[in-house]
């Protein structure tokens, strides 16, 4: 065999393998490139402790309605734990009143929620740093943002709920917390209670509020904080 056709049969062997190796590192990187995008390292959208998403249908309105009550009821006790020095002793058992009204409200909700087998919000401590609670106009003006926000919260969604005995037991605490709202009115300005700077003249006579979950939840949102509740799952027709 002459020297020409040994470096042919060389030349030939080594251009194989080069396509072999070429070949061959391209499959590995390949792999590589399957394998980091099936690892554990996969980057995921990281989950906020502090986002509270309300459930849809009745489970959901409940939810937003007992987290409104946890907040006034929390309010309430936040005065009574620490009360202004200008309160008077009968302003205290008013407030106290109004207290155990809302407490009241809140474990209804949180029973009807069982009975609908529906997962209630977690218990949540406020933040009322945004408020003058030491003073009694400054209690009593929290107070009238409070059980004014509330009415208007039940207004905006009773006509959304489903379940008819929901419905019912919503509507009997709305009556209330509009009675609430009457009285704080009539203990910031005598002789207006029911007047019409608190309910529409009409046939129904309803209190004039009514304000969408997300209007609410944006104008109790500092109370919240650090937490932020989504109510984007709500219905809303």
Do not use: W
Not at 53 to 59: N, Y
Not at 70 to 96: C, H, I, K, N
Not at 192 to 221: R, Y
Request: proline share 5%; charged share 15%; with cysteine.
């Amino acid at each position: 065999m002459s020297s020409s056709s040994l470096s042919d049969t060389s030349t030939g062997t080594l251009v194989r393998r080069r396509t072999f190796l070429q070949a061959a590192g391209v499959v590995a990187g390949a792999t590589a490139l399957t394998l980091a995008g099936c690892s554990d390292d996969t980057p995921t959208t990281p989950v906020d402790p502090y986002l509270l998403s309300l459930q849809e249908a009745d489970a959901g309105l409940l939810n937003y309605l007992y987290l409104l009550e946890q907040l006034e009821a929390g309010f309430y006790q936040q005065v009574l734990d620490v009360p202004p020095t200008d309160l008077q002793a009968s302003d205290l058992t008013y407030l106290r009143d109004l207290r155990d009204h809302e407490l009241i409200h809140r474990e209804t909700l949180l029973f009807a929620l069982g009975s609908a087998n529906a997962a209630p919000v977690p218990t949540l401590t406020f933040n009322f740093s945004t408020l003058n609670l030491t003073t009694r106009a400054g209690v009593l003006a929290a107070a009238k943002t409070f059980e004014e926000l509330g009415v208007a919260a039940y207004n905006g969604v009773l006509h959304l709920v489903a379940d008819t005995t929901t419905l019912q037991l919503l509507a009997k605490i709305a009556s209330v917390e509009a009675r609430h709202a009457d009285f704080i009115n009539e203990l910031l300005t005598p002789n207006t209670f029911a007047t019409t700077m608190v309910v529409n003249e009409g046939p129904l006579f309803s209190v004039a509020a009514s304000k969408t979950p997300t209007q609410v939840i944006a104008e109790a949102a500092p109370f919240f904080l650090p937490y932020k509740v989504s109510v984007t799952a709500l219905p809303t027709t």
